[in-house]
């Protein structure tokens, strides 16, 4: 048995998050997240990880910090580290 979380489906990431489905799309356009897992079919999961980074994200943005600072600060905090 694998001790990993569940992966989550888009739905279920805005659900966690409370964001809309164009804010999901707009972070992953602006490539500050992006799916942990592609299926077969295209369908894009997430984990919790990814959670974690949008609301930082939604954090950042209503501390007032501007879009490209933001930006700046997922390059160093939130980058994956695939190996």
Not at 19 to 39: C, D, G, H, N, W
Not at 49 to 77: C, N
């Amino acid at each position: 048995m694998s001790s990993e979380p569940p992966l989550l489906k888009p739905r279920d990431l805005l659900e966690r998050t409370g964001i809309s489905r164009q804010f999901l799309q707009s972070l992953i356009t602006m490539r500050l997240i992006e799916p942990a897992k592609v299926t077969e079919t295209g369908r894009y999961l997430y984990d919790d990880q990814t959670v974690k980074s949008v609301k930082a994200y939604l954090r950042w943005r209503d501390l007032g910090y501007p879009r490209a600072e933001i930006r700046r600060m997922f390059r160093h905090r939130f980058q994956r580290r695939d190996l």
